[in-house]
């Protein structure tokens, strides 16, 4: 089904659309990729393994003969970014539409269709701060005040110290987003499959919509040493004569807090000691205090990183 009312432009290595106009025709790629805003009318999806698409599928005709103003076949992949029209794809393999690809959507010829409708972003994900788009790109980018947009196959992307409200929009496949920071949410879209994820302990993260299968959005524990002020080592060192009362905090393996009942990352126990030393020898033991546990939704003190307004007023509760 690679017949086109005209003779197709042959394209070697991944085909570019940008700056076609009437109804396109894109035939023999590898995987598809379609770029927010891309088409301005239907995209007609005729023959493909799976479409991943945050655009819905409409129920469009049968897979048939396709009038065409020019038709495009290549080897390796697809990428979509402007057509002033309809776009009909055929004998490609799996295709992705981003937020807004395409004013409509019909996919009568693909083998199964992922779309998930539970939310949309804000606002467009290719105007994002850092805007990723290919295959095997790197970016590392510091505090984006509005998003990070990846499209394609295995780019990785870096965000650090990030301190705003973000969403992460990902499509394609094999991508990975790290982001580490501090008191910011991270609102997460997949569009695709086998993408991941990864947030730091103190960000808060979720996903908004995915559409795909084995996308993965992994939050980072927060280590228990986070909430330690004062280690044992320390809290001994250079203890000489004397009698000496001690506090400090270990970490423990514990999941749940017996301080305030929360499921936690990280418990830890505050011990305190009242001994007398001689030689730096506790040889005298007044009282060996008890065991107080905390966690990082009871504790005041997690870490260098300040709490969010929110964990604050808990903490402080
Ligand atoms: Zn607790």
């Not at 991508?175 to 086998?194: I, P």
């Not at 400090?248 to 305030?260: G, I, K, R, S, Y």
Request: glycine share 10%.
């Amino acid at each position: 089904m690679n017949d086109w009312t005209v003779d197709p432009e042959r394209v070697s290595g991944d085909v570019r659309l940008d700056g076609y106009a009437g109804t396109v025709g894109l035939s023999e790629t590898a995987d598809v990729y379609v770029h927010g805003g891309a088409v301005t009318g239907e995209l007609i999806v005729d023959d493909a393994e799976y479409v991943y698409t945050d655009v819905p599928a409409e129920g469009g005709g049968p897979p048939g003969e396709r009038t065409v103003d020019t038709a495009v076949a290549g080897e390796e992949d697809g990428y979509v970014r402007d057509v002033d029209g309809d776009l009909v794809v055929r004998n490609v393999e799996d295709v992705f539409v981003a937020d807004a690809g395409a004013a409509t959507l019909s996919a009568p010829g693909a083998e199964r269709v992922f779309h998930d409708d539970e939310a949309t972003p804000t606002k467009p994900p290719d105007d994002y701060e850092v805007s990723v788009a290919g295959w095997e790109q790197t970016e590392t980018a510091r505090d984006p005040r509005d998003g990070v947009a990846v499209l394609g196959a295995r780019n990785e992307v870096t965000i650090e110290k990030a301190a705003h409200d973000i969403t992460v929009y990902v499509v394609g496949w094999g991508n990975e987003v790290t982001v580490e920071g501090s008191d910011a949410d991270v609102t997460t879209f997949f569009v695709g499959r086998d993408n991941r994820v990864s947030v730091g302990p103190y960000l808060e993260a979720t996903t908004a919509a995915d559409s795909g299968t084995d996308n993965e959005l992994h939050r980072e524990p927060i280590p228990p040493e986070a909430l330690i002020q004062t280690a044992e080592s320390e809290a001994k060192s250079g203890l000489l004569f004397g009698r000496h009362r001690l506090t400090w905090q270990a970490p423990t393996d514990e999941e749940w807090c017996q301080n305030c009942g929360a499921d936690a990352d990280a418990v830890i126990v505050r011990r305190q000691s009242d001994a007398f030393y001689l030689f730096g020898v506790p040889v005298w033991t007044f009282d060996e205090g008890g065991a107080a546990y905390e966690c990082e939704q009871c504790s005041t003190h997690v870490g260098r990183v300040s709490l969010s307004e929110s964990e604050r007023r808990e903490a402080l509760r």
